[in-house]
């Protein structure tokens, strides 16, 4: 066998083996395309703890499902739990639940551990007022003033740990 039939017989084996990988290599970029879109547009779970949002969400943590459709379109609302951006440290999400909405007038206890002296004021356009439901363990729009639109990351829907708690997140 010549230098040139071995050099065709080797390309025939690879154009084969190169036409098997380029197959494998489409289907994983199809997957990594549809689990990039579900994680940043559609749903992701998150993990989740601290004190600040006692009773509604245990201390230890809890794996909850957050989906992202809703603060994109604008579909939240007074009473949604949402998971947030923090606006003083962008590397760290907070989870809160929405009080007002732009133009809504809040009324808040300033420091409830200290006194009953409370606080209005109206929601600027573009933001939303989030507290934590335990007042006295929560650093939130209380302490940082209205929350950007923009900062909200998607509206907690389900909880999936720990399984005594599994199911939708009440009100």
């Given at each position: 066998?010549?230098?040139?039939a071995k050099l065709?017989?080797?390309?025939?084996?690879?154009?084969?083996?190169?036409?098997?990988?380029?197959?494998?290599?489409?289907?994983?970029?199809?997957?990594?395309?549809?689990?990039?879109?579900?994680?940043?547009?559609?749903?992701?779970?998150?993990?989740?703890?601290g004190p600040s949002?006692?009773?509604?969400?245990?201390?230890?943590?809890?794996?909850?499902?957050?989906?992202?459709?809703?603060?994109?379109?604008?579909?939240?609302?007074?009473?949604?739990v949402v998971l947030?951006?923090?606006?003083?440290?962008?590397?760290?999400?907070?989870?809160?639940?929405?009080?007002?909405?732009?133009?809504?007038?809040?009324?808040?206890?300033?420091?409830?551990?200290?006194?009953?002296?409370?606080?209005?004021?109206?929601?600027?356009?573009?933001?939303?007022?989030?507290?934590?439901?335990?007042?006295?363990?929560?650093?939130?729009?209380?302490?940082?003033?209205?929350?950007?639109?923009?900062?909200?990351?998607?509206?907690?829907?389900?909880?999936?740990?720990?399984?005594?708690?599994?199911?939708?997140?009440?009100?």
């Amino acid at each position: 066998m010549t230098t040139t039939a071995k050099l065709l017989q080797f390309a025939r084996q690879w154009k084969s083996t190169a036409k098997e990988m380029l197959g494998h290599t489409i289907v994983l970029a199809k997957f990594f395309s549809l689990l990039h879109l579900t994680e940043n547009y559609i749903c992701s779970p998150t993990l989740v703890y601290g004190p600040s949002m006692l009773p509604t969400l245990n201390f230890t943590g809890d794996v909850l499902l957050v989906e992202k459709m809703s603060t994109l379109l604008g579909k939240v609302a007074p009473g949604d739990v949402v998971l947030v951006r923090s606006p003083e440290n962008p590397r760290k999400t907070i989870t809160k639940r929405i009080i007002g909405m732009e133009g809504d007038t809040v009324t808040f206890l300033v420091d409830p551990t200290r006194s009953d002296r409370s606080h209005s004021l109206v929601v600027p356009k573009g933001h939303v007022w989030i507290q934590g439901d335990n007042l006295y363990a929560s650093h939130d729009s209380r302490h940082v003033g209205p929350i950007p639109y923009g900062l909200l990351l998607g509206k907690v829907f389900y909880r999936v740990w720990p399984p005594r708690d599994f199911g939708p997140l009440g009100q």
